[in-house]
């Protein structure tokens, strides 16, 4: 699998527990598979550090991830997600550890519906009704960094 990582850095061998906590899936290396979101990101990061963006392109064994570590796989924005994410968010997480989480983004579509139902200002029915009107977008986050050397090679980098 092809994934892509945003920033303003070339980052040939990353590491997992460099990432900030209280992030979506917790603390880890983020990638996508979805080129034009690491573009996205990678713009956002250049204007705000006033700098170029640069896309990290690396080749990612799912096949191996799946057989030798813990996968979480988050297919939709339903309430598994939604609760990991907001417990991610605030910290309180303390559920089952997993190598790799994959989902969707808590991104400007839905972070607002996200953002609502953590301040418990939206119950649960009104968030998932809002939440099923997108189609998750793509995010994975390597939380071990057997993973990143096993199983991720960087394959090569273009600027934004």
Same mark, same amino acid.
């Given at each position: ?21 209280? $992030?979506?899936? *917790? ?6 598979? #979805? ?6 990101? =990678?713009?956002? +990061? ?53 190598? $790799?989480?994959? *989902? ?6 839905? #972070? ?6 953590? =301040?418990?200002? +939206? ?38």
């Amino acid at each position: 699998m092809k994934v892509y990582h945003g920033g303003t850095s070339v980052i040939q061998r990353p590491l997992a527990g460099y990432g900030r906590k209280g $992030l979506d899936f *917790g603390q880890g290396f983020y990638v996508t598979a #979805i080129s034009k979101q690491a573009e996205a990101w =990678a713009d956002r +990061m250049a204007r705000i550090r006033n700098t170029h963006g640069v896309v990290n392109v690396y080749d990612l064994d799912m096949e191996k991830v799946k057989r030798e570590f813990s996968y979480k796989f988050f297919p939709e924005y339903d309430v598994q997600w939604l609760e990991f994410i907001v417990q991610n968010r605030l910290g309180t997480y303390h559920g089952e550890e997993y190598d $790799l989480v994959e *989902g969707g983004v808590a991104n400007d579509r839905v #972070i607002d519906t996200v953002e609502a139902y953590m =301040a418990n200002m +939206m119950p649960l029915e009104t968030a998932l009704r809002n939440l099923a009107m997108h189609n998750p977008n793509n995010q994975l986050c390597i939380r071990n960094q057997r993973i990143i050397d096993e199983c991720m090679v960087f394959k090569n980098l273009y600027n934004i």
